[in-house]
């Protein structure tokens, strides 16, 4: 079936620190990924949807400066999460659609925690 | 207000029995509903999606089911084992976009 990756898989780092997520799907291409962050027995938040070659879209509510998306390439949408701060803790996923399935293939997260 | 409710927050069965898991939908018109399994610490893995012209699904031990009436799916699990113990998520398709359920915890007992 079809593979998504991320990384890294956990990272901590120090409040006021940017940090990275790479979402790359490995044997399709993926015009769209989306971001989902998690809090602990929370559902999944759409965050944001990246769009190949173009703007991604934020949810209502998702800092578009804070949270920066690019999507270079078919295979690779990076997250960045810029001056992270304590409440920035979560657990981000992304996901790549299959469309002619309707079927998403997830990410296996990435847990962030900002000291 | 549109709402997606996955009625127990938890979910207790003996092995060997059927665990029956519902999601409730309100003020959407979904084309399809998905059910995935969530691991801890992991993300979710896609298991089945049922159509609204399809009244059930089945995969192997999994079966589906989509009244568009009743407005409601349920997911059921025969022959229930410990491995089977995670969180299961259903999710819609809703204004242009996927909408989750918060999720049931289904703790199989040995």
């Known amino acids: 079936g079809a593979v998504v990756s991320q990384h890294p898989s956990w990272v901590i780092c120090k409040s006021g620190t940017s940090v990275k997520i790479e979402c790359r799907s490995l044997?399709?291409?993926?015009?769209?990924m989306f971001w989902y962050r998690q809090f602990p027995k929370q559902s999944l938040m759409l965050m944001a949807t990246s769009n190949e070659g173009s703007k991604a879209t934020y949810e209502q509510g998702v800092e578009k400066d804070k949270f920066l998306i690019n999507h270079a390439s078919l295979t690779l949408s990076t997250l960045t999460v810029t001056s992270a701060h304590p409440e920035d803790s979560s657990f981000y996923i992304c996901?790549?659609?299959?469309?002619?399935?309707?079927?998403?293939?997830f990410g296996p997260g990435t847990r962030l925690t900002v000291l | 207000s549109q709402k997606i409710e996955q009625n127990s927050e938890a979910l207790n069965i003996q092995e060997g029995k059927t665990a029956t898991l519902t999601c409730n939908y309100t003020?959407?018109?979904?084309?399809?509903l998905q059910w995935y399994r969530q691991d801890p610490g992991r993300g979710p893995v896609f298991l089945l999606l049922i159509r609204e012209n399809e009244k059930e699904k089945r995969k192997e031990r999994l079966k589906v089911t989509f009244d568009t009436t009743l407005k409601q799916s349920l997911f059921h699990i025969t022959a229930s084992q410990p491995a089977d113990s995670a969180t299961y998520l259903c999710a819609l398709d809703g204004d242009d976009k996927i909408i989750f359920g918060k999720g049931t915890r289904l703790h199989i007992l040995p």
């Open positions: 044997d399709f291409q993926a015009t769209t």
């Open positions: 996901s790549a659609p299959r469309w002619v399935t309707d079927t998403q293939y």
């Open positions: 003020n959407y018109s979904p084309a399809y």
